[in-house]
């Protein structure tokens, strides 16, 4: 199982991914967590330390290794298909069965000396996502350009994580015009910070298609957030919700 999550910054992308790779675990999976948001911290959300998330280096950040695969001289000219097969082992943080990968940023257009950085993490992209069994699930930012397209078809299912407002709604439609273009498989929508009945009913009504689940607003995950603690041990209310969008995504596969 692929699966990609993105929606507006701050809508709790992060934590649905800690959530839905706790529940995958222990169903028996090997799950890679794959932290693709520059500004993300989902470390913090499964509870690594700042002493184990400072040990390790975003992916990005590894010149000396990007360099050698692309077989970068500074000429210009560099490899495209490098061999990244043996990063999410070597490179990750572990807890049990379940791996945390830290992307790092991934350039924009424009500035020619990072190419060889883009095109380490996409060809590294495009091996967990079409080449590898276990499930991963990818937290991105606020768009899923960085795929591309091939490897955009190969994800099982987007989830677009929306917010009762018209700004998150905004960034939903958004996001799912670019995965029509991009050809993605299934596109469902997760709502998060949930107050009551007249949030979801909200959302029914604006967002572009099948709500298949919600996070509810929870005091003891802004605790979490505080003391650094696994969201799915300090919540487990909302571990019991993730638990229910996780049957949602096999629906009509």
Avoid: W
């Avoid at 509870?47 to 590894?62: C, D, I, N």
């Avoid at 992209?125 to 190969?154: F, K, Q, W, Y």
């Avoid at 991009?182 to 709500?211: H, Q, R, S």
């Amino acid at each position: 199982m692929k699966i990609a999550i993105s929606g507006k910054g701050g809508t709790g992308k992060t934590t649905l991914t800690a959530l839905l790779g706790h529940v995958f675990l222990k169903e028996g999976n090997k799950v890679f967590l794959i932290d693709a948001d520059p500004d993300g911290n989902l470390g913090v959300a499964l509870g690594f330390s700042r002493a184990e998330l400072s040990a390790v280096k975003p992916v990005s950040e590894l010149k000396d290794i990007i360099n050698q695969r692309t077989e970068n001289n500074g000429s210009g000219f560099f490899k495209l298909n490098p061999k990244v097969d043996d990063i999410p082992e070597k490179y990750s943080l572990k807890k049990d069965n379940l791996h945390l990968l830290i992307l790092g940023i991934l350039k924009r257009g424009g500035g020619g000396c990072y190419c060889p950085e883009n095109t380490f993490l996409k060809a590294l992209l495009r091996n967990l996502i079409i080449e590898r069994s276990e499930v991963v699930i990818i937290d991105m930012p606020a768009g899923i350009e960085h795929l591309g397209r091939g490897t955009a078809e190969s994800v099982d299912v987007l989830l677009v994580v929306v917010e009762p407002t018209l700004k998150s709604i905004q960034t939903a439609q958004r996001l799912t015009s670019l995965a029509s273009d991009l050809k993605m498989k299934k596109i469902l929508y997760i709502g998060n910070k949930i107050t009551g009945a007249p949030d979801i009913k909200f959302l029914e009504e604006n967002i572009l298609g099948k709500l298949a689940g919600y996070v509810s607003s929870s005091a003891e995950i802004l605790e979490a957030e505080k003391t650094g603690s696994p969201v799915y041990d300090a919540a487990p209310a909302a571990l019991k919700e993730a638990s229910s969008i996780r049957e949602k995504l096999f629906e009509n596969q």
